[in-house]
């Protein structure tokens, strides 16, 4: 299957603008997507091999960039890890990878995917849907990145709980008003 990369980047960047900014899950999204800071990579492996390979790639790229320039990537893989109990999995490896680049403390890594669910919710728990993208997604930030918007951000603790609040009023059709779909890759 051939796939639209310009598809998937905008079906990510609407549900980062609908969902992750306009509903202010992550207060700290929205500075860093303004000033065009967000590096969106799809990825086209189809094996863990080639997603390692990329990862690898992204780490370094983000490690080395300038952070006025990339201050996060979101690595997102369309034909990979679409089995959220095998991404879920995949994230140990995925830290794994970051310790062996020495960059613990330096990068982290948050998860997103189509079909997230937290511990001891049901899948069509509307809280699950703070952490549901389009595709299965690494994204990759600066720990120094987070510091700073923790400062700027006092209540940071409070995000989680926030998040619940606003998604339970929203419910599942505010949530499908917004045109957040999951799985668009029949539209990529």
């Known amino acids: 299957m051939k796939i639209d990369n310009d598809a998937v980047i905008n079906a990510t960047r609407f549900w980062l603008e609908q969902a992750v900014i306009g509903l202010n899950l992550c207060p700290f999204a929205k500075a860093v997507y303004v000033k065009n800071q967000v590096r969106f990579v799809v990825s086209q492996a189809r094996n863990l091999d080639a997603l390692l390979d990329d990862l690898d790639r992204e780490l370094d790229l983000l490690a080395e960039a300038d952070a006025e320039q990339i201050d996060t990537t979101l690595l997102i893989h369309p034909f990979i890890l679409t089995d959220f109990l095998d991404y879920n999995d995949f994230l140990d490896v995925a830290d794994g990878v970051v ?90």
């Open 99 to 188: 310790a062996e680049h020495q960059l613990e403390g330096v990068i982290q890594v948050a998860s997103f995917h189509p079909d997230y669910q937290f511990e001891d919710t049901e899948a069509d728990d509307i809280t699950n849907f703070s952490n549901r993208s389009p595709y299965p997604t690494l994204h990759l930030l600066r720990e120094a990145s987070i510091d700073r918007a923790v400062v700027a951000f006092p209540e940071a603790a409070d995000i989680y709980e926030r998040n619940i609040e606003t998604l339970r009023q929203l419910g599942q059709e505010g949530w499908a008003k917004l045109g957040l779909a999951k799985g668009r890759l029949d539209q990529a």
